[in-house]
């Protein structure tokens, strides 16, 4: 009995021995072949900057079936850029927001499109209702990135926003 129970103690530290051991390989693998412990096989995700373009501020007719409605509104559009502009100053800073304006100002006609045929189809009622709002910068916000193709935009923002 003592030689069975010495096989199977043998074993299980056998046992033991070697997982200790593939643990620390494992461990300590890439230590030995010169790489810290922290890389990863996946690219580093690139933090996104974002910039903002205006548009022009807007009077437009509401969707009604009573007295005229119309509304004032303002949209300033945030995207995605490649470079941190955030902490420019002076004349660096103006001249990032000249080669801003420079790429999106051939879609302004289009973009101004987008917000008074969309924004036409709404009432009153909508607009006024917080819901209703964030259908309309979500439809806004899906419209413009059809028109501004190669730009992601992270949100848009009511400036202004008058009902009378």
Do not use: C
């Amino acid at each position: 009995m003592g030689f069975l129970k010495s096989k199977v103690g043998i074993a299980v530290v056998a046992f033991l021995v070697i997982a200790i051991v593939g643990v620390i390989v494992y461990l300590m693998a890439p230590q030995l072949l010169g790489m810290s412990g922290n890389q990863s096989t996946e690219p580093t995700p690139q933090k996104k900057y974002t910039a903002t373009f205006a548009l022009k501020d807007r009077d437009l007719n509401l969707k009604t079936t009573g007295p005229l409605r119309y509304i004032k509104i303002g949209i300033t559009i945030e995207f995605y850029v490649e470079k941190d502009i955030s902490q420019l100053k002076g004349a660096e800073l103006k001249h990032a927001q000249d080669e801003i304006n420079a790429e999106m100002n051939p879609y302004v006609p289009l973009l101004q499109d987008a917000v008074t045929t969309i924004v036409s189809t709404k009432t009153q009622e909508e607009l006024t209702d917080p819901k209703g709002k964030e259908l309309l910068r979500q439809e806004l916000i899906h419209k413009f990135e059809s028109i501004l193709k190669g730009h992601e935009i992270s949100n848009i923002y009511f400036t202004e926003f008058a009902i009378q």
